[in-house]
């Protein structure tokens, strides 16, 4: 469907990565957004919101002033023809979260063949060393950024590499995109390659300047970034622990269980801690605003802990699967009431798309109800829960539910436009479905980057360009 845009007064921003259109000052389509945790049942009519003709309404700051049906925010705010951009019959989503990604491996994604330990040395080490040169680091979050957008996903975790350098080139690239990107640099000083370790001492410096010059500049924010606790000695997870503390709403990522043979070769290394999660937690390492990646392989206790401590885990389906990690224990980490989201972690995540991330978790949630012994105790993914998980969910679990993950009045204007159409085999599936709760499980299953129409920035449309060469 052409999208009319007849009247509408247009300027826009250029420069060497894309162009950002001035917005209009509302959009109408079909909406839809989660409002709160919708849970495990299949139709939680009191946690979302669905308007089948609906106008967002923005400010000229890009944050949402109102949402409503068509009719009553046209009498509500007498808008004029010329100021709303018409997607009718298109969806408009939040845009998408994404909980744990590395922007450096996104040129060895699908490498073939390896586990979690054999990968990282065959393929992301010497991927990695390359992110001394700010060139190529630009380069490479230039192209990161554009796919992240380009599968509608406008706010996202992530990894740069030991460089300083890669997260002064990934937060370059995001500031002129206004999109709002929480990243560190990687602190490693033992069990990997000499060229990639840093020392305490360094990795505390470096951090310290990245944050002093980046955290809450505009919508940028630091997370503070072991690798894990492998590759890092007790005297970094200490500098680590320092600076995540020194700092008002600084993040900590890292990983954890992710493998069989990195659990247990985490436990050789720290053998006076109880568990994996206790290691970091020894350190003051766990709590609000501490995201860890994978926790395949948890424990009763560590779940608990997850949930006591109000950290947070990113459930990354497609990695697992690819890495052959293991199958992530949902039920569990809901019987819990953990804090969750949704991690694509690209280069062994195989997809940069949140409708795929969701594909690939409805799956593993499924295994794990057919191999059980008591199946009726295990729950499924539903796509109310895996779509709060891809929004409003990760944005809580990243303590930014205040801003993100909606479209309430007051949240920044970070949204998205589907085009359902767009794929004719999710197109002739969706003549056939009954409820609301069927057409957003088809999306969420059939759906990619095409089905991505437009991305909104705070409002603004990021239109994208020819992606850079390497």
Not at 205 to 222: F, M, P, V
Not at 432 to 454: G, H, N, P
């Amino acid at each position: 469907m052409h999208v009319s845009t007849s009247g509408i007064k247009s300027e826009s921003i250029r420069n060497n990565q894309c162009e950002i259109a001035i917005a209009p000052k509302a959009v109408r389509g079909t909406i839809f957004f989660l409002t709160e945790d919708p849970g495990t049942t299949i139709d939680p009519v009191k946690s979302y919101q669905y308007y089948d003709d609906g106008i967002l309404v923005l400010n000229d700051d890009g944050h949402i002033l109102d949402v409503g049906y068509a009719t009553e925010m046209h009498s509500k705010y007498q808008l004029a023809a010329h100021t709303v951009l018409n997607y009718s019959g298109k969806f408009i989503f939040p845009g998408f979260i994404d909980t744990h990604t590395h922007y450096p491996q996104s040129e060895i994604i699908a490498a073939f063949g390896e586990q979690l330990t054999h990968w990282l040395d065959k393929y992301i080490y010497p991927t990695e060393a390359h992110f001394a040169d700010k060139s190529y680091a630009s380069s490479a979050s230039r192209f990161f950024l554009n796919e992240l957008l380009d599968n509608g996903t406008t706010t996202a975790l992530v990894f740069g590499t030991v460089h300083k350098t890669s997260v002064n080139a990934l937060f370059e690239e995001a500031e002129k995109l206004n999109m709002r990107i929480i990243g560190g640099k990687i602190m490693m000083d033992r069990n990997a390659p000499h060229y990639l370790l840093d020392t305490p001492e360094t990795a505390y410096i470096e951090s310290q300047a990245l944050i002093e010059t980046w955290h809450n500049k505009g919508r940028i924010q630091y997370a503070v970034t072991p690798r894990f606790a492998i590759t890092s000695s007790p005297e970094q997870l200490a500098v680590a622990a320092k600076l995540f503390h020194a700092y008002n709403g600084v993040y900590l990522q890292t990983h954890i269980s992710e493998n069989l043979s990195e659990v247990m070769h985490a436990k050789q290394l720290f053998p006076a801690s109880k568990n994996y999660l206790s290691i970091y937690d020894d350190f003051g390492l766990v709590g609000p605003r501490a995201i860890f990646a994978h926790g395949v392989h948890l424990t009763d206790e560590e779940f608990s802990l997850f949930a006591k401590k109000k950290a947070t885990i990113s459930f990354c389906p497609t990695s697992n699967l690819f890495l052959g990690s293991g199958l992530f224990d949902f039920r569990k980490a809901q019987r819990e009431n953990c804090h969750l989201g949704l991690g694509t972690d690209i280069g062994a995540g195989t997809s940069f798309s949140m409708f795929q991330t969701l594909n690939e978790a409805y799956k593993i949630v499924q295994l794990h109800k057919a191999y059980t012994d008591t199946p009726q105790n295990e729950i499924t993914l539903t796509p109310f829960k895996a779509f709060y998980l891809a929004t409003l969910g990760a944005a809580r679990a990243l303590y930014l539910g205040d801003k993100l993950g909606s479209l309430q009045p007051g949240k920044e204007g970070d949204f998205i436009v589907l085009d359902l159409e767009a794929i004719p085999l999710l197109k002739f599936r969706l003549q056939k479905t009954q409820s609301l709760a069927d057409r957003l499980f088809a999306l969420m299953m059939l759906a990619d980057d095409r089905t991505v129409e437009a991305v909104y920035l705070m409002g603004k449309r990021w239109q994208k360009v020819d992606r850079p060469r390497f």
